[in-house]
């Protein structure tokens, strides 16, 4: 027999490949981009890989304009052992702040004070002020108030700081915004506008500089920053992820697809930075993603060892590459979703 001319052989391949190609197999996608988030994570970002890729997600955001209930009964605000945390010293010039689940932190300079997130109405008084001053710091000295993102966990006391200390508070464009869009929601933690942060801006005090970046996703205006601490005199670079959960719309393939690309988008935005800036410890403003609640009680026992937070620059990376596979994932169902809508 006289075999096939290649060409023909090729035609018939391409036929066969294109007329049975298997349709996109979705459960398998989404398995994979699980799998590799859950060996990103290895045993550092198990809570943000819980969070993110296997705990049910919000739906939808928050466009009520309601006020908390910690806010109209402060009574009704958890009990100070859910929350209540010793400060700590982390770094030579950084220190802890926050509290159990939620932190705060106190970058010191030689003039001034910038703190970064400020935790709820009901405990920024006890945590930051309180914090400080066991510390032998100064609320006082509070030049700038950081709020990575506009929700009452985080921007609960900077509405106090900058009325007691004058401090001015930095936020992003959208989450501005969003504080004068719901003046019951941010009732007493609303902070007058003030500096609007742009991307790659510089906030300098006394020697020091944050770098502040735009990482929209878990909400439109969340910032993200870089810095250097110093740990006993050795410079060490931070990465700060302002934002992780997804808070945003997600249970529609419009926009939720669109939602998880500009949150994937800011995660590998910020693995850049990082890397860029040779980021060897990972910072948050929960301790469910950093675990910093844990490490600041590791710090007493470290003698002449590593610095509990110091992970080193490829272990950084892999946070960032968590928290871009589950987002992943759930875009994935969504296109599934938008492949076939019944379902
Ligand atoms: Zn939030």
Known sequence: MKSMPARIIALLLFLAATTFAQPRNFEAEIRAAQ????????????????????????????????????????????ARATWFAEPAKVFDNLYFVGGKIHSSWALTTTEGIILI???????????????????GLDPKDIKYVLISHAHGDHIGGAEMLQTRYKAKVVMGAADWDTVASYPNRYKTMAPKRDIVATDGMQIKLGGTTVTTWLTPGHTPGTLSYTFTVLDRGKPVNVVYSGGTAFNFVNNTPDPGIRNFQTYIDSQR???????????????????????????????????????????????????????????????????????????
């Open 269 to 343: 935005k910020m693995g850049e930075k990082a890397a860029a800036t040779g980021a060897t410890v990972l910072l948050s403003n929960h301790s469910e993603f950093d675990n910093a609640y844990n490490k600041n009680r590791m710090l007493a026992g470290r003698g002449n060892g590593p610095h509990p937070y110091e992970l080193g620059a490829d272990e950084v990376q892999r946070y960032f590459q968590v928290l871009s596979n589950c987002a992943r994932a759930a875009q994935i169902a969504l296109e599934q979703k938008a492949a076939a809508p019944g379902r």
């Open 35 to 78: 799998q590799a988030a859950k060996t990103a994570a290895g045993d550092e970002f198990l809570g943000s890989l819980v969070r993110t890729c296997f705990l049910p997600q919000s739906g939808g955001e928050n466009t009520a304009d309601t006020l908390p209930n910690y806010v109209t009964n402060p009574a009704s605000a958890p």
């Open 117 to 135: 997130d400020t935790i709820f109405p009901y405990n920024s008084e006890v945590l930051i002020e309180g914090g400080l001053r066991k510390l």
